[in-house]
């Protein structure tokens, strides 16, 4: 079974400042997919950023970029130029490639991320 | 475009007591999963739909949940009886496509159970 571990509960940055969450992920798979979702205190889950597992290109979006590394299993999220609207519980996803059956996703525990100003 | 609707979005019953949950997914999207975040725990995977069809099941707790997709459109999750356990944030997401496609939440349902 995979399993995802955000090792940060909580982290704080200055507005403007860069910041950088960690997810570790454990998998036997080769094809898969990896995401980071953020819920903001309204509490709906926005997706922040895509990865497929077999493109080597980190994928970004605008001031969200990801360090994907896949021996290391690893798929940490940069924010740049963090504004206060970043004030959010940021979830590492994995969804194992599965064209014929069910991709589901399994979280972490999130990372509960203030943008101070 | 209308995003995935979840109704109601708090519910408080006495244990014993029967929820119904509903959400509605966004319009085209044969994809519905429902997914559940208990107090100070992961987000977990419940079932998934395709179309009317249950694709997997494999996370539904117990016989205590129900799920339908009657038409293939919106969907419900009713807890009969409800436990003490079963309180938490319930969310719903659709999406259009496998492949890895990004599912699309639902604002999700807080059930508090006492």
């Known amino acids: 079974a995979q399993t995802v571990t955000q090792s940060q509960p909580e982290m704080s940055v200055q507005e403007a400042e860069t910041v950088t969450l960690s997810c570790t992920y454990d998998?036997?798979?080769?094809?898969?997919?990896l995401f980071w979702y953020k819920q903001p205190p309204s509490r709906q889950m926005i997706l922040v950023i895509r990865q497929e597992a077999y493109k080597q290109q980190n994928a970004t979006e605008n001031r969200f970029s990801v360090n994907f590394q896949k021996a290391a299993k690893s798929f940490s999220l940069k924010i740049s130029d963090s504004q206060l609207g970043d004030t959010a519980m940021y979830f590492c996803a994995f969804m194992k490639h599965d064209q014929g059956g069910s991709e589901k996703l399994v979280f972490g525990k999130g990372t509960k991320l203030t943008v101070n100003p | 475009e209308a995003g995935v609707t979840q109704f109601p979005s708090h519910s408080v019953i006495e244990k014993g007591q029967t929820v119904t949950l509903r959400c509605d997914p966004i319009?085209?999207?044969?994809?519905l999963y429902w997914y559940r975040r208990v107090m100070g725990k992961e987000i977990k995977f419940l079932l998934h739909?395709?179309?009317?069809?249950?694709?997997?099941e494999s996370g539904m707790p117990n016989n205590r949940f129900l799920a339908e997709r009657t038409g293939g459109t919106y969907s419900t999750l009713k807890v009969q009886p409800a436990e003490l356990e079963d309180s938490g944030v319930y969310f719903c997401?659709?999406?259009?496509?496998?492949?890895?496609?990004?599912?699309?939440f639902g604002n999700g349902t807080r059930l508090t159970v006492t």
């Open positions: 739909f395709v179309k009317e069809s249950k694709q997997d």
């Open positions: 319009s085209g999207h044969d994809n």
């Open positions: 998998t036997s798979e080769n094809n898969y997919y």
């Open positions: 997401a659709s999406s259009q496509w496998v492949g890895g496609s990004p599912l699309h």
